[in-house]
């Protein structure tokens, strides 16, 4: 049976597999279909096929499993007829529960198209992201997209509502062609008998650019879960890059007086006052889960806040609501409210490595927590932004108090309690799963730590460009992109500037390193890494906070740093160019054309592409820092060699 609707044709063949083609850009996928996976690790396929009916471009079909378990599918379009959508749900036709662990939709598909380059992204803000060649398996969380390395041909899949579940997408190359798998993790959540459950629908786009497809796909999800809105970016100062938990309450203080004295006074919104405030004192380890002041801040927290207030900024604080560590009274005193998961020997301990658990956000008594904790934070102290991270410890594994909710679930929970008690003030989200939290968050930490270095080796398995560096926060910052304004702002971590090293950062990134130390000389940014950093956050458009004192900083990197203020207020897009993975190329059309390319591999770079991709056949452009230009007309834009760890804004005069 075949539908077909605008430029999109749907197939299904007596043995349940499913077809999907796009016509005019030569998307073909055949065969795909829908498995159910057990917690017994069983994948069950149908069994048959049943109630098949075509009605106005629209297919429906339901699946018949072993165990009475049907699947139940309606694909068609989008309202505004552009993206194809295959809504699916469950029904337990049994007369037991059955535990899903998760459904899978196209599997087994195999995929003929133009296709060689494949979008990938991950469930936080580290991991795997960019745009690769299709040479191997990937995984991708949310969405996935496929191009040519051209960008004339794209498609993107993506669920549509990311609050209940996990979602992931397998691509996979299959010699000449791929295949692809969507899968929903329902974590062994039990369906009862006679219940039926409806999963997020499966959205599928495609056109010639897959940039104009990411953004439509951002904005279509930022509207179903009621993305939170703003005017402009939030701007400010963090303590964390260069004191590193050893701040004390005067430190804070002096930069506040020396930055409400600075140039950067009218562009500078909030200090945030990041992790250590809470220690008993700098040698202690750290008590997350025991959220009041340490001995470093006597004048106690309002005071402080008060202080701030006094000239001119909001004030700011960090916290890991969702982490507990074992040196706090919190996991001494409440281990019934931690996710527990069984040891060798069986018995059930709090969960969790390096001597960090998580918070069992499906605990009432742990909500309540949540609920008292920033109820002081903001009422009590008069705090006007939080930033709260390692939210990933909110969807530990191992068991719940409430069995009946997915860790999606149990953490929408809790940041419904935060985003209540916060009411419109500012919440930042940082090491936080990304799906859930849209709606319920003002910012996302989209990526990497920075550091006073472009790269530093960290976790090279699971981290490709390591961690606390230029060079892997700069990856998402690029290719996360088109989450900024359609989801939250976008914050890609803090400003750093610095010319050598700062003590503190030295001594942190050392702290148990006494073998191999880092040398004191490699730290300190470039010219070329700090003007590359300033130019990609200012061109991003999303939040700008520096983590330097500005009265350490030489008056040239002042200068630059001043740079990145205020935040580019036009929209940032991708530039469908996709030839090297090592280039980002992104623009901006609404009020000035400017092209900034980003050059995060170690060799100098030529970048050409047809003026078609910015609709012009004449320019002279102008460099935004350096004031370097040129100019030309034709069918091929060559722009100047770009140099290594270099960026260029190149603005059309």
């Given at each position: 049976?075949?539908?077909?609707?605008?430029?999109?044709?749907?197939?299904?063949?007596?043995?349940?597999?499913?077809?999907?083609?796009?016509?005019?850009?030569?998307?073909?996928?055949?065969?795909?279909?829908?498995?159910?996976?057990?917690?017994?690790?069983?994948?069950?396929?149908?069994?048959?096929?049943?109630?098949?009916?075509?009605?106005?471009?629209?297919?429906?079909y339901e699946l018949v499993y072993p165990g009475d378990i049907h699947i139940q599918h309606e694909i068609g379009c989008t309202e505004d007829n552009d993206w194809l959508k295959i809504e699916t749900s469950i029904v337990n036709g049994s007369d037991i529960s059955f535990p899903i662990e998760s459904v899978g939709l196209l599997s087994c598909s195999v995929l003929t198209s133009p296709f060689d380059r494949v979008f990938v992204t991950d469930i936080s803000m580290t991991g795997v992201n960019g745009i690769f060649p299709i040479k191997q398996n990937h995984k991708s969380y949310y969405c996935t997209g496929l191009t040519d390395h051209q960008g004339n041909h794209a498609c993107?899949?993506?669920?549509?509502?990311?609050?209940?579940?996990?979602?992931?997408?397998?691509?996979?190359?299959?010699?000449?062609?791929?295949?692809?798998?969507?899968?929903?993790?329902?974590?062994g959540v039990l369906l009862p008998s006679g219940q039926e459950l409806k999963i997020s629908p499966l959205l599928i786009g495609s056109s010639s650019s897959l940039s104009e497809l990411m953004q439509k796909y951002g904005s279509h999800v930022g509207k179903v879960m009621k993305a939170r809105h703003f005017d402009k970016a939030k701007t400010g100062w963090c303590s964390w890059y260069h004191y590193y938990g050893q701040e004390t309450q005067e430190d804070i203080l002096s930069n506040v007086k020396a930055l409400a004295e600075s140039p950067l006074k009218k562009d500078i919104q909030v200090i945030q006052i990041d992790d250590g405030w809470n220690l008993p004192d700098n040698q202690h380890p750290r008590v997350w889960g025991d959220w009041h002041p340490g001995r470093k801040?006597?004048?106690?927290?309002?005071?402080?806040?008060?202080?701030?207030?006094?000239?001119?900024?909001?004030?700011?604080?960090?916290?890991?609501p969702f982490s507990v560590s074992k040196d706090s009274n919190l996991y001494k005193e409440h281990k019934e409210w931690l996710v527990k998961s069984e040891n060798q020997s069986g018995l059930l301990e709090p969960a969790g490595s390096g001597g960090i658990s998580g918070l069992d956000l499906t605990h009432p008594e742990v909500l309540q927590f949540l609920h008292e904790t920033f109820d002081r934070v903001f009422n009590q102290w008069g705090f006007d932004y939080i930033k709260i991270?390692?939210?990933?410890?909110?969807?530990?594994?191992?068991?719940?108090?409430?069995?009946?909710?997915?860790?999606?679930?149990?953490?929408?929970?809790?940041?419904?309690?935060?985003?209540?008690?916060?009411?419109?003030?500012?919440?930042?989200?940082?090491?936080?799963?990304?799906?859930?939290?849209?709606?319920?968050?003002?910012?996302?930490?989209?990526?990497?730590?920075?550091?006073?270095?472009?790269?530093?080796?960290?976790?090279?398995?699971?981290?490709?460009?390591?961690?606390?560096?230029i060079k892997s926060a700069a990856y998402p910052a690029i290719f996360r992109q088109w989450m900024h304004g359609h989801w939250w702002q976008n914050d890609p971590d803090c400003l750093i500037v610095r010319e050598g090293p700062v003590s503190y950062e030295v001594e942190c990134m050392n702290k148990g390193n006494a073998e191999s130390p880092v040398p004191e000389s490699d730290f300190g940014l470039?010219?070329?890494?700090?003007?590359?950093?300033?130019?990609?956050?200012?061109?991003?458009?999303?939040?700008?906070?520096?983590?330097?004192?500005?009265?350490?900083?030489?008056?040239?990197?002042?200068?630059?740093?001043?740079?990145?203020?205020?935040?580019?207020?036009?929209?940032?897009?991708?530039?469908?160019?996709?030839?090297?993975?090592?280039?980002?190329?992104?623009?901006?059309?609404?009020?000035?054309?400017?092209?900034?390319?980003?050059?995060?591999?170690?060799?100098?770079?030529?970048?050409?592409?047809?003026?078609?991709?910015?609709?012009?056949?004449?320019?002279?452009?102008?460099?935004?820092?350096n004031n370097d230009s040129f100019s030309g007309t034709g069918d091929i834009i060559e722009f100047p060699d770009i140099p290594p760890h270099s960026g260029r804004i190149w603005e059309m005069v």
């Amino acid at each position: 049976m075949t539908v077909k609707k605008n430029q999109w044709q749907i197939g299904l063949n007596e043995n349940a597999g499913l077809g999907l083609s796009h016509i005019s850009q030569g998307f073909c996928m055949t065969g795909g279909l829908t498995t159910l996976r057990s917690t017994n690790g069983a994948e069950l396929k149908p069994l048959t096929i049943q109630n098949v009916s075509k009605k106005e471009g629209m297919l429906r079909y339901e699946l018949v499993y072993p165990g009475d378990i049907h699947i139940q599918h309606e694909i068609g379009c989008t309202e505004d007829n552009d993206w194809l959508k295959i809504e699916t749900s469950i029904v337990n036709g049994s007369d037991i529960s059955f535990p899903i662990e998760s459904v899978g939709l196209l599997s087994c598909s195999v995929l003929t198209s133009p296709f060689d380059r494949v979008f990938v992204t991950d469930i936080s803000m580290t991991g795997v992201n960019g745009i690769f060649p299709i040479k191997q398996n990937h995984k991708s969380y949310y969405c996935t997209g496929l191009t040519d390395h051209q960008g004339n041909h794209a498609c993107v899949l993506g669920f549509e509502q990311l609050d209940a579940a996990f979602y992931h997408f397998y691509v996979s190359q299959l010699e000449d062609n791929c295949s692809l798998e969507a899968v929903c993790s329902r974590e062994g959540v039990l369906l009862p008998s006679g219940q039926e459950l409806k999963i997020s629908p499966l959205l599928i786009g495609s056109s010639s650019s897959l940039s104009e497809l990411m953004q439509k796909y951002g904005s279509h999800v930022g509207k179903v879960m009621k993305a939170r809105h703003f005017d402009k970016a939030k701007t400010g100062w963090c303590s964390w890059y260069h004191y590193y938990g050893q701040e004390t309450q005067e430190d804070i203080l002096s930069n506040v007086k020396a930055l409400a004295e600075s140039p950067l006074k009218k562009d500078i919104q909030v200090i945030q006052i990041d992790d250590g405030w809470n220690l008993p004192d700098n040698q202690h380890p750290r008590v997350w889960g025991d959220w009041h002041p340490g001995r470093k801040f006597s004048y106690n927290m309002k005071n402080v806040a008060d202080k701030i207030h006094e000239y001119g900024f909001e004030a700011g604080l960090w916290l890991a609501p969702f982490s507990v560590s074992k040196d706090s009274n919190l996991y001494k005193e409440h281990k019934e409210w931690l996710v527990k998961s069984e040891n060798q020997s069986g018995l059930l301990e709090p969960a969790g490595s390096g001597g960090i658990s998580g918070l069992d956000l499906t605990h009432p008594e742990v909500l309540q927590f949540l609920h008292e904790t920033f109820d002081r934070v903001f009422n009590q102290w008069g705090f006007d932004y939080i930033k709260i991270d390692f939210l990933i410890h909110g969807v530990m594994a191992g068991k719940h108090y409430d069995t009946t909710k997915t860790t999606a679930e149990a953490f929408r929970q809790a940041m419904e309690v935060i985003r209540n008690v916060a009411g419109e003030r500012f919440i930042l989200n940082c090491g936080s799963p990304i799906g859930p939290a849209i709606g319920l968050c003002d910012g996302m930490r989209i990526g990497y730590d920075v550091g006073g270095r472009w790269y530093a080796p960290m976790n090279l398995k699971n981290w490709p460009n390591g961690n606390c560096n230029i060079k892997s926060a700069a990856y998402p910052a690029i290719f996360r992109q088109w989450m900024h304004g359609h989801w939250w702002q976008n914050d890609p971590d803090c400003l750093i500037v610095r010319e050598g090293p700062v003590s503190y950062e030295v001594e942190c990134m050392n702290k148990g390193n006494a073998e191999s130390p880092v040398p004191e000389s490699d730290f300190g940014l470039s010219d070329e890494e700090a003007g590359f950093w300033v130019r990609l956050v200012w061109m991003t458009g999303g939040m700008g906070l520096l983590s330097e004192v500005w009265s350490e900083l030489s008056p040239d990197r002042q200068q630059l740093l001043m740079k990145a203020f205020p935040p580019n207020k036009d929209h940032a897009v991708w530039v469908d160019w996709y030839t090297d993975h090592e280039v980002g190329i992104l623009k901006t059309m609404k009020d000035t054309l400017r092209i900034g390319i980003f050059n995060m591999g170690d060799k100098c770079k030529t970048i050409c592409f047809s003026s078609e991709k910015l609709n012009i056949k004449q320019w002279n452009f102008s460099e935004r820092i350096n004031n370097d230009s040129f100019s030309g007309t034709g069918d091929i834009i060559e722009f100047p060699d770009i140099p290594p760890h270099s960026g260029r804004i190149w603005e059309m005069v």
